[in-house]
């Protein structure tokens, strides 16, 4: 059985959206459908070329989430404070914990500095007099100013956020899976620089929008694991001569 699922090195809007969060706040559960150009992690054999991915987010609570691609046999689950992909084929399941992530990626790439956040790094971020409704939300525009890890220069996008409960739950469950896969280090750097209470993440520029979102009280068997995890030194030992 091999690894269909490859995880994206570098993101635009997952760390922007990891850190624009509201504390103490009522979880309740939901669901959301959302489009993107660059989705954290792609399904080997499904090209993405010439338009965007959509992806549906699940979550019971911010620290429960189930990420689909598209393709019921491959999927993420965050649960019990760790993030795991899943495989499924005709061999049954195989189910990869994601927390060796961080390392793999350093070791893949020994040029980038230890200090260089992958994601880049936010050099601005200004709210607008402008509001856009997004998904049936209304939030608030901002510019912002952006230099990403794989570019030569900073670039501009503009970034739709609101403080809607729904909205910032749905982002805060990200965040906590994208910390048990990277590690929190990373993403608290995008928390210092953005403004505190922002909300949750409606549309990022062209990379990003939520098509729909709604409350939802999802089976707790959406999450349940369909097989006992690997890490990615037990793969990578299997895969050995």
């Known amino acids: 059985m091999t690894v269909l699922l490859k995880f994206k090195s570098h993101f635009r809007f997952w760390p922007l959206a990891a850190a624009l969060l509201l504390p103490n706040l009522a979880f309740a559960g939901g669901k959301a459908t959302i489009t993107t150009t660059t989705p954290p992690m792609e399904i080997e054999g499904q090209s993405t070329k010439g338009g965007a991915d959509k992806l549906t987010l699940t979550w019971r609570d911010t620290h429960t989430l189930r990420l689909d691609f598209g393709d019921p046999n491959h999927y993420l689950v965050m649960r019990d404070g760790k993030a795991y992909s899943v495989s499924l084929d005709e061999d049954g399941a195989q ?3 994601m927390a060796g992530m961080s390392a793999m990626i350093q070791a893949m790439n020994p040029n980038n500095p230890n200090d260089e956040n992958p994601f880049g790094k936010i050099e601005s971020i200004k709210a607008t007099n402008e509001h856009k409704t ?108």
């Open 95 to 97: 189910v990869m914990d």
């Open 134 to 241: 997004v998904a049936g939300i209304k939030g608030t525009v901002y510019q912002m100013t952006w230099n990403t890890s794989d570019k030569k220069g900073p670039e501009a996008e503009q970034a739709v956020l609101t403080k809607d409960p729904l909205v910032v739950e749905m982002t805060q469950a990200y965040f906590n899976s994208m910390s048990a896969i990277i590690g929190a280090a990373h993403t608290q750097a995008f928390q210092d620089r953005l403004p505190k209470g922002t909300g949750g993440v409606l549309q990022i520029g062209d990379d990003f929008t939520v098509e729909s979102i709604t409350k939802a009280n999802p089976e707790a068997g959406l999450f349940e694991l369909p097989a006992k995890p690997m890490d990615f030194q037990s793969l990578l030992g299997g895969m050995s001569p």
